[in-house]
């Protein structure tokens, strides 16, 4: 049983345990001086999970509550991001906003990886009717017009922020069965593979055990820049309506609702949560390249 | 490389010329551009017309509109100006439009059609195709049957087509609201015979049709109906229903985002927008680049209304207790920017007058809230739903959230439910939403029509509370029947009765009258508010 | 060649037919009762009933799926409930208006896009190639509707440098005579310069809104099949062979490294489809993607149906098309098809 479980790990080619960290840490160095943009995505990411976790707690003013007297004011030493039409404080809205955001485009990543990501590889390894099946679906879903189908999910589920995740992961399925499909098709004969399944490992845990967690380098570029587009998904939605329910601050929405703001001269209310998103998105999306290029050096784009 | 012979541009260039002197221009020439803009009203709006015929099934407020430019009734309300200046509908004075002269007997009515009176089509306008659009009115169901028997017009026997340019209608019972009623938008005079050429056995009145043409006789007809995007409105020279209108050209846009109606209007670009939010016109108003002119919605008023057949709000000290816990003077502020009037902190409940729309007497008193509360038995709190038309977000949005805000501090927990478009039709016939915010505005402007819409036992659609009281209902037929027979003083006892009991039993808890805002450039004059806040066209000029 | 066209065909037809039966359901399941919307303000129980029946909506929901597929099948979209139009009028009114704004919006996407992509190709690791990632990256990291609101502020109200958003063209002009739909084809027939003009002014920005975001995923596709193909044998061969760099990367590298991009474009145009419904909403351009979105609001299954079934279809036979181009362009994909 020992020699099964040793021959059982997984190949050198992908970087492993304990040694290996060492040359990890290095190689992230090293990654990290040739493309400074994607040190200062990592840095930004840290900042955005940081306000998440405590952000609610060190807000200035409950971001909840109204104050019309001081409604629509612009940036002051009182209210550094200005005040909305109900007078609540924008930078409070903003940071508690964060948290919101920051679950939405999480779970999203979760939810898609769970259906999209393990229904890939289950059509790549098993091949024949498990294949055509997801591929079927996945391109079902493919010739949606995307956002449409986003919108048609939350109007009719109702617009809550579990619709919301449900459609956006509904929405990224095919992307990631796709190329969770494609890494399980290659790996199916690996060596690492027939060993497992020589030392009577059934198929299910060869799959979660062995493929899964070698296909997450790959994947971790598409979480990146599905995280991103579930926020902007969400904002979208919220400027049809089909957003999260006032007076929940999320970025998606303060951006929705402070739009109308921008042509009578209240540009606040839009750009400092339309900046909050914009840099959310951006680190993300760059965090995505940035894991690509520490991931697998050849696929460096 | 060198081509031999015209290289491809001067070949382009020359076909270019000589297309262009064969080829009629698609735009007219500067000079004749600035003289069509002089005479040609660009209107830009949300939404536009999906029908253009009132009594067409599923008509939208827009369509409203289109009738209403398009046909003529027999007679219509006179113009008044208000002490600030602006022109409203008067209410009670009726003038005749398409009939020259009426004369009201003690049962009946008869009008004479105006000699020259002309369809679009060069036909004349006679007394069977009045008869017939009255027919239609009361027989097509839907809205326009149900505004007919507001005013007591219910069957094609009460009316008659004495001659050819002689009209007679009967009435079934003595009601105040028939003559008002004969000038809505509904009993419009339809082209029997252009109609019937297009009417079939599946759809005998010609409902297809009118839908997207226009058979009438009014100022102005649509040259051309794009749904969604645009209208195109041209005058009917041979108008005889009153002073030619100076427009020529009405041409309507819809333009689906507020800000940009908004800049378009600072900008100049447009010339009247009238659904832009309150604080866009408060502000407009201060910024003064472009007129404003505000007027109060007759018979109207946005309230806070739950429904009283089901937990937890048929518990009228619950009902109470919410009337003292809304926050009005933030509402009114936040919501409407003081383009308001407010319906609340008025001396007593128990009114004094028949006035309508009048103040209750509930203010914001978070203390006696809490304390009706405790008396109503649900101390420990409860959660529930707000819920209003995402249509009219602008102005429910905030009033929902400041609403969701004080019922927290009775310990009210709510969530805000938005709900789209025409689903808002569909719950409020469904009756379940337990809290909502919600507006009406009704068209003939008096307490008793109100009341009958919104408080009366047939529990119509704008009965959101589900609200039934018999005592309440007797008040309101009693109301009816004195204001036919010219009873004042049974009038103002019924009338002041049934507001006292909807302020005391409280289904509904009134907020505030909005007002109508138009935005015009400063060289438009002429706008007028009428009961049906729609535009209309024939008054308006552009200097 | 035809075999392998019939082959696609057959794998298409299943994803057709999901495509019609999950939007038949997923507007089933829509909130919203258009019998109560017909049936009016002074609707009774029993008149809402009538309704339900003659609307056909009392049958069991196998029972109308088998309505709406005959009817598709004879080419019947239904009716929008909302205009009372019949949906395959609109669409095929809209459409053009959408394809003209989506395409020219792509044509000025790739006019950016593809020289970035190159440059950062060609100048890896320098601040070129960063610059373009940051800008690229940006577009895309804003909500579309949020840019095309900035840019109606910035470019229309502030500096009136373009014209209003009201629409395809403004009040003032007639549209030119309706061979395509497409206003710049329709005016280059009928030599109306100053109608093209007109037409021009007023896809600027939204085209410029929805080119945007189409940048990333262009200059992205093109850095990375550049670079690719910078380091291949035959482009080190023209090297050696004492070509200049211009002649290499123009002639050859880029064209090969064009192929990926080709396949690109197709996901990005249905990517830009799904924009293209928030950016007409912003711009009042009456195309199919502002018609989806109100009917859908209004719970008016007929042209949402309608919308993403000829959505679903044209982006199906692009796909094929371009499967089929690049089999014509990489004589080694029609090999080994």
């Known amino acids: 049983m020992k020699d099964a479980a040793t021959i059982a790990s997984p190949a050198p080619s992908v970087p492993a345990a304990a040694p290996a960290s060492n040359s990890l840490w290095r190689h992230g160095r090293h990654v990290m001086a040739e493309n400074p943009v994607t040190g200062i995505a990592f840095a930004l990411f840290v900042l955005i999970a940081l306000a998440a976790l405590v952000g609610p707690h060190v807000v200035p003013y409950d971001p909840l509550a109204s104050d019309v007297a001081a409604k629509l004011q612009p940036p002051s030493p009182a209210h550094w991001f200005g005040t909305d039409q109900l007078g609540r404080d924008i930078f409070s809205r903003v940071v508690t906003a964060t948290r919101l955001d920051f679950i939405i485009a999480v779970t999203s990543v979760a939810l898609v990886l769970a259906g999209g990501g393990l229904a890939g590889i289950a059509a790549g390894y098993f091949g024949g009717w498990t294949d055509r099946i997801v591929s079927r679906v996945a391109d079902t879903i493919m010739a949606f017009p995307l956002f449409v189908l986003a919108m048609g999910i939350v109007a009719a589920l109702g617009n809550t922020v579990t619709n919301i995740v449900i459609a956006t992961a509904i929405i990224n399925f095919p992307l990631y069965a796709r190329v969770a499909r494609a890494e399980a098709n290659v790996r199916r004969e690996a060596g690492f593979v027939l060993a497992a399944r020589l030392s009577g490992n059934g198929e299910l845990r060869i799959l979660l055990t062995q493929i899964l967690p070698n296909i997450m380098p790959i994947m971790m570029v598409q979480i990146s820049l599905t995280m991103g587009y579930a926020i902007l998904n969400a904002a979208g939605l919220s400027f049809i309506g089909l957003g999260v329910r006032p007076p929940t601050p999320e970025w998606g929405i303060m951006v929705a609702e402070g739009a109308a703001n921008i042509i009578s001269g209240e540009w606040w209310i839009a750009l400092f949560p339309g900046a909050a998103l914009m840099l959310a998105v951006f680190c993300f999306n760059l965090l995505g390249d940035g894991l690509r290029d520490l991931v697998d050096p050849q696929r460096r784009t | ?543 | 060649m035809l075999a392998k066209i019939g082959r696609r065909m057959l794998t298409v037809i299943p994803t057709i037919i999901g495509v019609v039966i999950v939007t038949f359901l997923l507007t089933r399941v829509l909130p919203g009762d258009p019998a109560i919307y017909f049936a009016g303000p002074a609707a009774t129980p029993q008149s809402i009933a009538d309704i339900r029946k003659s609307l056909g909506l009392d049958r069991p929901l196998p029972v109308q799926f088998v309505r709406y597929v005959e009817d598709l099948v004879h080419g019947d979209l239904g009716n929008s409930l909302s205009t009372g139009q019949p949906v395959v009028t609109e669409l095929a009114s809209r459409l053009p208006a959408s394809a003209e704004l989506t395409l020219l919006a792509l044509a000025v996407a790739m006019a950016v896009a593809v020289p970035l992509g190159i440059l950062a190709a060609v100048r890896q690791g320098s601040w070129i190639d960063h610059a373009c990632r940051v800008i690229a990256t940006a577009g895309v990291s804003l909500p579309v509707f949020f840019t095309g609101l900035l840019f109606v502020y910035v470019f229309y109200f502030l500096l009136g440098w373009a014209p209003a958003p009201i629409g395809r063209l403004d009040v003032f002009y007639a549209p030119p005579t309706d061979y395509t739909g497409f206003y710049l084809i329709d005016g280059l027939i009928d030599l109306d310069a100053e109608t093209i003009w007109a037409a021009l002014k007023q896809l600027f920005l939204p085209a410029l809104t929805l080119a945007v975001f189409a940048l990333a995923p262009i200059a992205r596709m093109t850095r990375a099949s550049m670079l690719a193909l910078l380091t291949s044998d035959f482009v080190r061969t023209a090297r050696a062979s004492g070509l200049d760099n211009r002649t290499v990367i123009l002639t050859y590298a880029f064209r090969n490294a064009m192929l990926p991009v080709i396949t690109t474009l197709g996901m990005v145009f249905s990517f830009l489809l799904g924009a293209n419904v928030l950016v007409e909403k912003v711009f009042a351009w009456p195309g199919v993607g502002s018609y989806a979105v109100e009917a859908l609001i209004a719970s008016d299954f007929a042209p949402v149906q309608g919308f993403v079934l000829t959505m679903a279809i044209l982006y199906v036979v692009l796909n094929l098309a371009i499967d089929m181009l690049y089999g014509v362009i990489d004589p080694r994909v029609r090999l080994e098809g």
């Open chain 2, 1 to 543: 490389m060198k081509r031999k012979g015209m290289s491809r541009r001067e070949l382009l260039k020359s076909a270019a010329a000589a297309g262009g002197a064969l080829a009629a221009p698609a735009v007219w020439s500067p000079a004749r551009a600035a003289a069509a803009r002089n005479e040609t009203l660009l209107l830009v709006t949300e939404n536009g017309p999906n029908n253009l015929d009132i009594q067409g099934v599923g008509t939208n407020r827009p369509g409203y509109e289109a009738s209403w430019n398009c046909y003529d009734r027999l007679i219509v309300n006179a113009t008044k100006t208000l002490p600030d200046g602006t022109l409203s509908y008067d209410r009670d004075k009726l003038e005749p439009e398409l009939a020259e002269d009426m004369k009201v007997g003690d049962m009946s009515v008869t009008f004479t059609l105006k000699k020259n009176a002309k369809f679009q089509d060069g036909t004349p306008v006679t007394a069977k195709d009045v008869k017939w659009s009255f027919d239609r009115a009361v027989t097509v169901g839907g809205f326009p049957t149900v505004q007919m028997k507001a005013g007591s017009l219910t069957k094609p026997e009460q009316f008659v087509a004495v001659d050819e340019r002689t009209f007679r209608v009967d009435f079934v019972q003595k009601d105040r609201l028939t003559m008002p009623d004969l000038a809505v938008i509904v009993p419009s005079i339809y082209n029997s015979e252009l109609v019937k050429k297009h009417a079939t056995a599946a759809d005998p009145w010609g409902l297809e049709y009118t839908k997207s043409n226009t058979a009438g006789s009014g100022a102005y007809k649509v040259a051309s109906w794009k749904p969604g995007v645009e209208t195109v409105y041209e005058r009917h020279d041979g108008w005889v229903g009153g002073k030619l209108p100076e427009l020529k050209r009405v041409i309507w846009r819809t333009i689906p985002s507020p800000g940009n109606r908004r800049a378009l209007m600072e900008r100049g670009d447009a010339d009247i927008s009238f659904d832009l939010p309150s604080k866009d016109f408060a502000e407009m108003k201060q910024a003064g680049k472009v007129k404003i002119i505000s007027t109060p919605i007759s018979n109207g008023m946005y309230s806070v209304e739950m429904n009283v057949k089901n937990p937890p709000f048929n518990n009228e000290k619950l009902r109470q207790a919410v009337a003292y816990a809304i926050p009005y003077q933030k509402i009114m502020d936040a919501a409407m920017f003081g383009l308001a009037k407010p319906l609340f902190g008025g001396k007593s409940n128990q009114v004094g007058s028949a006035a309508w729309p009048q103040p209750t007497a509930y203010v914001t008193d978070l203390a006696k809230a809490k304390a009706l509360m405790k008396e109503a038995g649900v101390g420990e709190g409860l959660s529930t739903t707000i819920s209003f038309d995402l249509g009219d977000g602008v102005t429910c949005e905030p009033i929902a959230e400041l609403l969701q805000e004080s019922l927290g501090q009775l310990g009210i927990q709510t969530t805000i439910n938005k709900i789209p478009g025409s689903n808002w039709r569909s719950e409020m016939a469904k009756k379940s939403m337990p809290l909502m915010v919600n507006f009406f505005s009704g068209w003939l402007d008096y307490p008793e029509y109100f009341f009958f819409w919104c408080y009366s036992g047939q529990n119509a659609i704008f009965n959101t509370p589900s609200y039934q009281s018999k005592e309440m209902d007797a008040e309101i037929d009693g109301a009816r029947q004195a204001a036919a027979s010219g009873d004042k003083a049974t009038y103002d006892k019924d009338v002041e009765g049934f507001i006292t009991r909807a302020y005391l039993e409280v289904p509904r808890v009134p907020l505030f009258q909005p007002f109508l805002s138009v935005a015009t450039q400063k060289n438009i004059t002429g706008y007028t508010y009428w009961f049906h806040r729609q535009l209309d066209y024939r008054s308006i000029r552009k200097a």
